[in-house]
């Protein structure tokens, strides 16, 4: 099959298209969602799929996810747009209280199957309530998966596969790729929850990362390339479920890791990676583990403080020659 | 659903129900005293005409979701005592694998979506399985019973208004027993009559006296209808008080032992409904105490089922965390 | 505060801080059109009576609380052009020092309490706001600007409750454009008027036409003569309409031309209250047209003063996280 | 000055008492509040200082939050009872969307002096949303500061410098402890936010952790002493700001960490301890860095399961045998 330039978010859009084709239950709400999204990732879907299917909801962040947690106990699979990352806050309680829970403290009697779209990341001066990235968050709710594509060819992979799973999914949108375009395989395709990728092999230092940081990393690769250091990037696609062994055999294979994201560091997900490293390569007295992320600040609106809190590829080539000595 | 006038056989039943509440709450709240019971309970007792005549008027299929609160809301729609005993031990046989207890026992196969711990947590799921039946052309209603201090939630402002602008096919029951936890609802809440809220939603408001039986019966007969036939949501004040403390254990400072007991002695919903059908000749007092007996008999059936059963194997605790079964 | 009827003064005030606001709105759509400005902006161009028929009737002492849609409170709050001009930019000389760009202007030392960019923030903060006045026996009043999308977030609820419970000192003015980003209030909103909600709060209800000043003017004297004497919170619904997209830059397929023309020919809020001043001859055509120069003039001499400012030192990006210092 | 025998309920409030004497701005809010909180940590307050001061508020956790924002950027201080930590989630939007950003993206204009006191771990079958700890989350957060004491002479410490922080603080009472009695120091005293505690000096291994799980860690040391392991117990009371000289020290005398709490491991504070200590102590060679925490379930009431999912002092001992290989 062939491939198609198609922006990420158009991607994600396909996904949804076979998703809704094949299943009448899923159901897509959220906010002007009938308008098609920030990005356009839910362009057209009402006008196919109409809008008892496409429901556009009140600003209400806290109901969207109540309602996907009723709905989907009662037989939908509810795909909720949450817009920017930080609405779901507004929701927190009944993506942990609810939605995370009900499973379990049911005693497995039903699944929650929603899927909570969210973009994330900065995007040039959004500042403080726009731009953050919340993953550390959700990756310590027990019971919730989280994603977070680097690009529109596993965005629409990995979007298939969190609508099918039967649990809880925050799907991650990073604001500054949803409108880029890249080459998208043709035709259904699935790729599944806990899946890491290789996206560059190296054999000097492997970054492990996720979202938007993969292309930041990708960039950065190809510019110490010509310093003569071979960087491996490793995509991490989903964070729960976390592909350990890929992981772990990269770490094993390079010596160093650096695992690195947009969110803050402090208390973030790149610990987790870290830890688990740690935990999982047999041979620790070579290994080195190091971390890039964002400073402990809310994002600033400023053009010149952005990127003094948040690292981007200049910031991750820094840090390796800093690591490698180099 | 049987809407027939209140003959002996309904009469009984539904005096069972509400027996069978007062009577699970009674026994729960002394072994919780004597300390046999795990975490904390909150009992019904004062309440059941509520429970009891709402989901009388439900079928299994509709959808009800619950508060912490919530034995009677499970009892009156259908839950088996063996299993909602067993699941406030924390046993394996109970309704959720002991998983829950008391603040979560749920039974999705009979419409009960669960008991919640977060105050004001059921609005929006019930809206969500008005939603899904709408979607789903079934002709379903979803119940959401709630306290008069979730009332103040902003779950509930977010639902009612959505519930509203769709006509969904939910009926919001405030169980107004005048008090959250130890506060007197007028320090916390702006309106007396919490229906008064439903103009704000464009949506039918109702206000009954819940400890009568037949008006909670008949206040869902119309929310019901008026949902079924695509009318659309309904607010009910309902209001009614807690016997017991806000749980077991609660030495009530805030309420004085004169209001508990003129509500006790006068207000109480069985004593009401059983002097009202003895008066109508409907049932007899002989029979009324064949219900009490067999009650209580079921009730230590429950228990002695719940004792007995084990407690689930620390080895199956990671499962059901998600889908997939855990290790 | 000046309560004295409209002469040629006061009239020229509320003029010229309504054109100011127009300019200002004007001027800045154009830079981010050209891309000159950074992150998004939303233009309240057409509702800029609510702004300052509000503001007009606040002590600098009372505090407002705004929206993503709030260059026009801050103005009419008297923030200084140069300041939120610079803020714009995210210059170091803006009213946060760049940090918080157009969603988070904010000047305390005039009590605007800051845009906000998450809809429905403000409303627990002008309830503490007016807590803090009540509690420190300030004679002061909170308002909360919010739009007709706003009304259906939970915060609107649990704010407006409490603030019936304890009468406070708080007016709530709804924004009422008839739509919340791309979508018509009327496929979301369970009322049309929010005025209506205020029932549910024990609260006063007002309804009046946002694009009349005078009838802003009005409506505010009331709300806040209310809340200062100690007779609680106010919910004003204001009618009004948005000239431009709810972003810049936003194509507006949801609404038709014909209706946006027919609302800026018919409902201009600036147009309504020149016609009305030259006509009532307090005003002459030529004064208008000065105000007007001298507006320009200072929206040219803040953009030159923003586009001159240099941006924060990057060194400084850690201050301020926490009140010590940051390094 | 001595000391009396009190709970860690009864603690907090004398130091509420001096701080309201001192301040006639500290008010004090919460859902019954004037019916002193559900371990006794807020009795009497409303007698001595009455109904204005000490509020009771509806059930509206998410106008709490905003509310105490609005009224201390308007002058106040504000004490803000949140009962169980689980119901901090409905306030998340105000907490870190407004709370945590408020004085960095208003550029310094205000700071928000606001103490939210969430009581949470387990207390035996709480059930699924009763029991958590949610320091992963609020950790994660800049802006916010983090206070989890392990017993009442630090908790009356701790609270004291929360309140006069000027900063928004997180101040987490574990259920299990609030009750508990033991030594308080007479009068007024204040436990700097930052500063660490060795709690037991020992050799072998630190054990580095916080709120009740210092109390386990005591357990498990007196009982590993008798084996002749040697058990140093870090208690960080604060977790933000983190006193990471404190932890450095110990990691570089013992060699050996490990980084313990009853909250999820996964994407938990644990991690994090971990990274400090990797990024701080200069000699890594030897290092070995380990972590211990609940696995990932929602916490079950069952009393059979509870043990299973959260770690005790029997845990830690079995994991410190374990990593000592004793
Ligand atoms: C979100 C949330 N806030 C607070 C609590 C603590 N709490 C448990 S029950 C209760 C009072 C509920 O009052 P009401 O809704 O009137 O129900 P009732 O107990 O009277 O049946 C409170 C405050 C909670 N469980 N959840
Ligand atoms: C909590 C939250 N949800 C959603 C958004 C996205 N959003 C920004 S403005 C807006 C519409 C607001 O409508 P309204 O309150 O009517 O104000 P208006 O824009 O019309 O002035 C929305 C949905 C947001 N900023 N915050
Ligand atoms: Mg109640
Ligand atoms: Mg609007």
Not at chain 1, 61 to 87: D, Y
Not at chain 2, 251 to 264: C, D, K, L
Request: charged share 20%; proline share 4%.
């Amino acid at each position: 099959m062939g491939s198609r330039r198609m922006t990420f978010g158009q991607a994600t859009l396909e996904a949804m298209q076979y998703a809704m084709d094949e299943d009448p239950n899923v159901v897509v709400i959220g906010e002007d969602i009938s308008w098609g999204g920030n990005f356009g990732q839910f362009r057209g879907l009402v006008d196919r799929y109409g809008p008892e299917r496409v429901v556009d909801m009140p600003i209400s962040e806290s109901l969207i996810v109540a309602m996907a947690v009723g709905a989907s106990a009662a037989g939908l699979k509810v795909v909720a747009s949450m817009s920017f990352v930080e609405f779901t806050l507004g929701a927190m309680d009944e993506i942990v209280n609810q939605a995370s829970k009900f499973r379990y403290m049911f005693g497995g009697q039903v699944s929650v199957p929603i899927v909570l779209r969210a973009s994330d990341g900065v995007r040039g001066s959004s500042g403080a309530q726009h731009s953050s990235s919340l993953e550390g968050m959700f990756c310590n709710v027990p019971g919730l998966k989280v994603v977070a594509p680097s690009n529109g060819d596993d965005a629409k992979g990995l979007l298939r596969a969190a609508i099918a799973d039967p649990d809880p999914v925050v799907y991650l949108e990073h604001k500054q790729i949803t409108g880029q375009r890249s080459e998208v395989a043709d035709g259904d395709h699935v790729v599944p929850l806990g899946s890491a990728k290789i996206v560059r092999p190296g054999s000097d230092i492997s970054v492990v990362t996720y979202s938007n940081m993969v292309n930041h990393a990708l960039v950065a690769a190809e510019e110490l390339a010509s310093l003569g250091v071979s960087v491996e990037v490793v995509d991490l696609r989903s964070l729960v479920p976390l592909d350990v062994a890929t992981i772990a055999a990269s770490a094993a294979r390079t010596g160093v890791v650096l695992a690195a994201h947009e969110s803050w560091t402090f208390g973030g997900f790149g610990a987790e990676i870290l830890a688990q490293v740690r935990e999982c390569v047999p041979d620790q007295s070579q290994l080195r583990t190091h971390r890039l992320g964002a400073r402990s600040a809310p994002i600033p609106f400023s053009p010149t403080l952005e990127p003094a809190i948040v690292p981007g590829a200049a910031d991750l080539v820094a840090e390796i020659r800093r690591i490698l000595a180099v | 659903m049987d809407s027939s006038p209140l003959d002996r056989t309904r009469a009984i039943d539904l005096l069972r129900t509400m027996e069978t509440i007062r009577a699970f709450e009674t026994r729960i709240e002394a072994l919780f005293k004597q300390g046999l019971l795990p975490g904390f309970v909150h009992s019904c007792a004062g309440q059941e005409a509520i429970a009891t005549g709402v989901c009388s008027r439900l079928d299994r299929a509709d959808c009800i979701t619950s508060t912490h609160r919530g034995h009677g809301h499970a009892i009156a729609k259908g839950i088996e005592l063996d299993a909602i005993f067993a699941e406030l031990y924390g046993k394996a046989a109970g309704a959720c694998g002991g998983r829950g207890g008391s603040m979560h026992v749920a039974d999705f196969s009979i419409g009960m979506l669960g008991a919640n711990g977060i105050v004001g947590g059921g609005f929006g799921i019930a809206v969500g399985a008005a939603f899904a039946a709408r979607y789903q052309r079934r002709e379903q209603v979803a119940v959401c019973f709630f306290g008069d201090g979730a009332a103040n939630k902003g779950t509930f402002h977010e639902a009612l208004n959505f519930a509203g602008v769709h006509a969904l096919p939910v009926v919001f029951v405030c169980e107004n027993n005048r008090y959250a936890q130890f506060t007197a609802a007028s320090r916390t809440t702006a309106v007396a009559d919490i229906s008064v809220r439903a103009a704000a939603y464009g949506i039918e408001g109702d206000s009954i006296d819940g400890n009568d039986l037949l008006a909670v019966i008949d206040a869902t007969d119309r929310a019901v209808a008026r949902a079924r036939s695509g009318g659309g949501a309904t607010l009910i004040n309902m209001a009614t008080y807690r016997h017991s403390g806000h749980y077991v254990g609660d030495a009530e400072q805030y309420r004085s032992r004169e209001e508990v007991a003129a509500s006790r002695s006068e207000q109480d919903p069985i004593q009401r409904f059983t002097a009202h059908i003895v008066a109508a000749g409907v049932v007899t007092e002989s029979e009324i105490a064949d219900v009490r007996l067999a009650v209580e008999a079921r009730i230590d059936a429950a228990q002695q089922f719940a004792e007995a059963a084990p407690f689930p194997d620390p080895a199956t605790a990671m499962r059901d965390v998600f889908t997939e079964a855990g290790s």
